[in-house]
């Protein structure tokens, strides 16, 4: 490699590590070790973890079938829906969490008729849950119809001539083929929904063990125990990491096995890494 590539790519490199090289160092590693185990820290990732499970179920089980129709159907309109899910990829976190207040908030467009039915969801557990959705899921499904149409149409075509139904085909043909592509969207799209922010903080706000994740308590203690706030940040960045590490994994594998694959050869969003 020549000279200039090499330092084009060190500052590179340098530039997208030192913040995080600089957390880590900023306490002796016992301190920061420490800080994983105090009740904000660990209140903050069970509400992670749990709001993001079920945020997660949510979006497999409904973005899927989604996914799927988007993939194979062909009508007027369809780039338009596509382009509608894609729409919070480019919202500011801000305006989501506000958009998502206003909607269903008690005083938003649907705050009524929820209220007549006894639900209450602004600054909740499911607004949490809600805001991960609405910010993580347009990962999920960019990558499951990239993956549902790389699939050769004739597997899904000979399915149906020996009698299997549309939902048949789907779970017992699309999704094992497409398998490799779907995690890799999934992860992408949970370790989104961990990091979430701006939304969350609008429509759910920032109270420990309810509604406080792991960007929250952050936000929280940075004025009151940076030490803290760095502890829960370094593990936020661990808990990330793992993530993409899960999802770069799988997408290799999956391409390793796509030579003896029937399918077009699908390619995941990591298969290039």
Known sequence: MAVGATLVVALVL?????????????????EL????????????VLVSLK?????????????????????????????????????PLVMP?????????????????LGH???????????????????ILFVASPFYLRGAIASFGALDPTLIDVAGTLGAGPL??????????????LGAAAAVAFARGIGEFGATILFAGSFQGTTQTLPLAVYSLFDANLDQAISIGVLLIIVSAAILLAAKLLARRWSSSQSTSPSRGDRSIFASS
């Open 14 to 30: 340098a530039f997208l590590l030192l913040p995080i090289v600089a957390l880590i160092a900023y306490q002796p590693i016992h």
């Open 33 to 44: 070790v420490n800080g994983f185990g105090t009740r904000v820290a660990t209140d903050a």
């Open 93 to 109: 976190p801000a305006v989501a969490g506000l958009g998502l207040l206003v909607a269903f908030g008690r005083l938003g467009l």
């Open 113 to 131: 008729t929820l209220k007549v039915l006894g639900i209450d969801l602004a600054f909740t557990q499911a607004a949490v849950v809600l805001a």
């Open 51 to 87: 709001t993001n499970a079920i945020a997660f179920a949510i979006m497999l089980a409904l973005g899927t079938p989604f996914a799927y129709i988007l993939a194979r159907a062909r009508f007027r309109g369809r780039s338009l829906v596509i382009t509608a899910v894609e729409v």
């Open 168 to 181: 048949r085909r789907m779970l017992r043909v699309a999704v094992p083929v497409a398998a490799g592509g």
